[in-house]
């Protein structure tokens, strides 16, 4: 039998993402449904001890239990900190229906990159959700690099961040939301 996943193993790399009420997924405000575990408690966590639902678990816990929560397929996340790559969960992405990753300060954008790699390499097609400490001027960026979910930090209404998101018509550069750069989308015009 596995040993319980000891959350202090891991420590935070800075503020731990909050679990907002309500969140914006593909461009409207909903009610969250996912309970999002913080990383650092002394609490052991098993399989037999997480409360039902939907839960967001660390890539650290998620990895310690995750052959003994293979019949919870559908209701179990996983979330990365910014020091963890979406290498490290590679080829299972496909088995989960919602990946986060966490962005301690604003500054540090290491989950603009594990959002691409999870798309584009890994072929993720499940929830993306950005949770910490991103700014509205950073939702326009995020989306382009694949996340579809966002649980905003903040004081300010998500029904004014969803007029953020729609900021740029265009854009040059190639990303998960447009594969063509504007050059070849002009030829092909």
Do not use: H
């Not at 929560?69 to 229906?97: C, F, H, M, N």
């Amino acid at each position: 039998m596995p040993k319980p996943a000891n959350l202090s193993a891991k420590k935070p790399v800075g503020a731990q993402p909050e679990n907002p009420a309500q969140l914006i997924v593909d461009g409207a405000v909903v009610e969250n449904e996912w309970n999002l575990l913080p990383l650092g408690g002394d609490e052991e966590i098993s399989a037999s001890s997480l409360a039902p639902g939907k839960v967001i678990l660390p890539l650290s816990v998620w990895l310690a239990l995750r052959e003994d929560l293979q019949g919870r397929k559908d209701e179990i996340g996983v979330w990365l900190d910014s020091d963890e790559t979406a290498d490290l969960i590679g080829e299972y992405a496909a088995e989960l229906p919602l990946i986060a990753a966490n962005f301690p300060a604003f500054t540090d954008g290491r989950g603009f990159t594990a959002a691409r790699l999870l798309r584009q390499r890994y072929g993720f097609k499940g929830e993306l959700r950005a949770v910490g400490n991103f700014i509205r001027d950073q939702l326009t960026y995020l989306k382009r690099c694949g996340f579809n979910s966002f649980a905003f930090q903040g004081e300010q209404p998500l029904q004014g961040l969803l007029a953020s998101m729609q900021d740029f018509t265009d854009s040059y550069q190639t990303a998960v939301d447009q594969p063509l750069p504007i050059y070849r989308r002009r030829a092909l015009a």
